[in-house]
C-alpha cells in the first residue's frame, strides 16, 4: 500500500490535544493543502483563516457555548483553528469546502498533528453574538462557515471506527 | 515536503481518459479510501456504487444529456464511475459525500489514475428519467447524489489553475 492510501485509511478523528503549539511552518503547508482541493467550476470563492489566538479562540467557544446553550464548550482546546468559509451565494461552496478540509485533515496526520471537524458554527455564523468574532478575524460578512478544523499534536489516540456503508461493483 | 502533502499538491482534475480499463485491485482501494472519510456523528450513512459497465455508464450519460439539454454528455468518457450516495434526509451527508470524494481523488492520483468531481446529478436524481437507471444499479430510493467522480487513466494532463483565496493567519 503507498504511502498517501496507507495515510487515509489512518486518520481518526482526533479530540484530546496536547498543549505544544503547532509549527508555524506546517500550518504554512496545511493551509497550501486546504487551497489545493478542487473548487466547483474553478471558483475559488474560498478564504481560510488560520485562528492561534488563543483569547479569540476561547472568545469564539464561548460565544458558541451561549448561543447552543453547551456550556463548557472548547473545541476539544486545541492549538489551532482552520477555518474555511465560503461566499454564501456559492453554489457549491458547501463542498468545495469540505474537500478542502478533508486536504486538512490529511496533510495534519501525514504531519503527526491530530484534527476534527467541527460542525458548530454551521447555523448560527449571522448570529448577532458570532458575526462580530467572525468579522474581528477578517471573515467577510457574506461568508458562510459550513464546517472547520480544530487541530492540535494527539493526547490519545482516536477511537477506530468500524468503516460501514454498503459497496457495490456494477460491471 | 512528505509523499501526502506532495500527492495533495500535484493533484489536478483530469478530464480526458485512455481506453485502457482500471484494475479492479485499484478500484477496491479507492472505494475503501472513501469509506475512511469522516462522517458526521458517524453516521455513515453513505453507499458506495462503482460502475464499470460502459453500456450503463452510456444510459446514465445519455439521460443526464436529454434531462440538461447537453446533447453528446459523456462524463468525459471514463472508465469508471464512483457515485457516492446518501440518504436524502441526512443532515451532514453532502458534507460526508464531498469527502469521500477527496479521498477518492487523492487515491486514484497516487496509483496514477485521472478523476473529475461530476456535478450533474445533484438535483436531478429523482426525475423520472434518472432515477430508474439509479435504481437499476442499486442506489437506495431515498438516497441522493451530490456528486460523482469520473475515473480512467490520463490522457492528457490537467490544467494547473493558480490557486486563488485569500488566507489569513490570525495570531
Not at 461566499?87 to 496533510?107: E, H, M, T, V
Not at 468574532?133 to 467577510?140: A, D, E, F
Not at 464546517?147 to 468500524?162: D, N, Q, R, V
Request: with cysteine; charged share 25%.
Amino acid at each position: 500500500m503507498n504511502p498517501v492510501i496507507e495515510n487515509i485509511l489512518s486518520r481518526r478523528s482526533i479530540r484530546s490535544f496536547t498543549e505544544e503549539p503547532l509549527k508555524e511552518s506546517d500550518l504554512e503547508l496545511i493551509v497550501e493543502a486546504a487551497r489545493h482541493a478542487p473548487s466547483g467550476m474553478n471558483r475559488q470563492t474560498w478564504q481560510f483563516t488560520v485562528l492561534t489566538n488563543q483569547e479569540i479562540i476561547k472568545e469564539l467557544a464561548n460565544a458558541i457555548a451561549e448561543v447552543l446553550d453547551r456550556e463548557g464548550y472548547c473545541f476539544y482546546k486545541p492549538q489551532a483553528l482552520i477555518i474555511p468559509s465560503n461566499k454564501q451565494d456559492s453554489a457549491w461552496g458547501r463542498d468545495d469546502n469540505a474537500c478542502a478540509l478533508q486536504n486538512i485533515f490529511l496533510s495534519a496526520h501525514s504531519l503527526g498533528i491530530g484534527s476534527v471537524w467541527i460542525n458548530q458554527l454551521c447555523g448560527i455564523c449571522d448570529n448577532e453574538k458570532i458575526r462580530p468574532i467572525l468579522s474581528k478575524i477578517g471573515i467577510p460578512e457574506d461568508h458562510i462557515v459550513y464546517g472547520l478544523a480544530a487541530l492540535g499534536y494527539p493526547k490519545a489516540e482516536g477511537k477506530i471506527h468500524e468503516r460501514q456503508g454498503v459497496v457495490k461493483f456494477i460491471r
